[in-house]
């Protein structure tokens, strides 16, 4: 496939967009819709953007070698793939409210899959539940579930723009909390990813894992794809 890459590259930038290239099936879609290098003229507005702490930039922090800002499950494997093949280390973005910035700080070269495009919100009233992308802010899952009912509500935290993937994965305290718990108590099903690029839910993955991805923080091994939420219902 043909792909474009900006500047000046070095082979080890060219072979690891060639891998993604080679690895995604997403023939449809150019790596360099996705893909960025810090020669692409988006990468510093695109990382920037989602950097809320801009302290941990620094010259001991590395940036990212690459950032793989994924519109499919595909993408996602050929990023994990080629990063272990050409030894780079990976870190995931939700919605960038990491008080130590962790997606983004790393002394060793990295790999950043940016969540931005994954944050589809299905919402199904009738049984009260909704499937998240890890990609979503949880503001946008309230305008969600508000757009389909005024009595539903789900107990998640109080700032609108905190993302779901961080924030489920590391409990989620809000003002429904006394009532209903944290937003990782009312995770009935989860998809995650394991490095070997395999998408694995509640079942596959077994209740050790099930259990630690509800509040043990970002998984370290596993990316968050998306949260199946019980919708609790809204007493004022
Ligand atoms: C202004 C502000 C207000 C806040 N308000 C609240 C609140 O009301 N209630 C509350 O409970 N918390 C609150 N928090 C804390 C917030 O929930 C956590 O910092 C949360 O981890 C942020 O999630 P994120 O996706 O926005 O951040 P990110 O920085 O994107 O992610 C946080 C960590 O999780 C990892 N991670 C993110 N997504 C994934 C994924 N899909 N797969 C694997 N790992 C992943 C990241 O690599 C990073 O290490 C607030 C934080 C801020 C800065």
Redesign the pocket.
């Known amino acids: 496939m043909r792909y474009r890459i900006y500047g000046k590259v070095s082979s080890s930038t060219e072979n690891f967009v060639k891998c993604v290239s080679n690895q995604s099936s997403s023939l449809d879609t150019k790596t360099s819709q996705y893909v960025y290098t810090p020669q692409c003229p988006s990468y510093s507005n695109l990382l920037n953007s989602s950097v809320?702490n801009p302290r941990w930039i620094n010259s001991v922090n590395q940036r990212p070698k690459f950032i793989v800002a994924p519109t499919n499950n595909d993408q996602i494997q050929a990023a994990i793939t080629c990063a272990r093949a050409h030894g780079f280390g990976i870190?995931?973005?939700?919605?960038?409210?990491?008080?130590e910035g962790?997606?983004y700080r790393s002394k060793s070269r990295f790999v950043l899959i940016d969540?931005v495009n994954l944050n589809s919100i299905t919402i199904n009233i009738d049984d009260e539940t909704a499937w998240v992308q890890?990609g979503a802010t949880v503001g946008e899952l309230y305008y969600n579930i508000a757009n389909k009912s005024k009595t539903h509500a789900f107990p998640a935290?109080?700032?609108p723009s905190?993302?779901?993937?961080?924030?489920f994965?590391?409990?989620?305290?809000?003002t429904l909390m006394r009532k209903y718990g944290l937003a990782s108590d009312n995770i009935l099903d989860a998809k995650i990813m394991n490095v070997e690029g395999e998408v694995l839910d509640r079942e596959s993955m077994g209740k050790d894992l099930f259990w630690a991805i509800r509040g043990g923080?970002?998984?370290a091994s596993?990316?968050?794809?998306r949260g199946g939420s019980g919708s609790s219902e809204f007493l004022p």
Not at 91 to 99: A, E, I, K
Not at 162 to 167: A, E, L, P, R, Y
Not at 169 to 174: D, F, M, N
């Open positions: 809320h870190r995931v973005l939700s919605g960038g409210h990491d008080y962790r997606f969540l890890a935290g109080l700032y905190v993302g779901v993937g961080g924030q994965s590391g409990g989620g305290i809000g923080a970002g998984p596993a990316s968050y794809l």
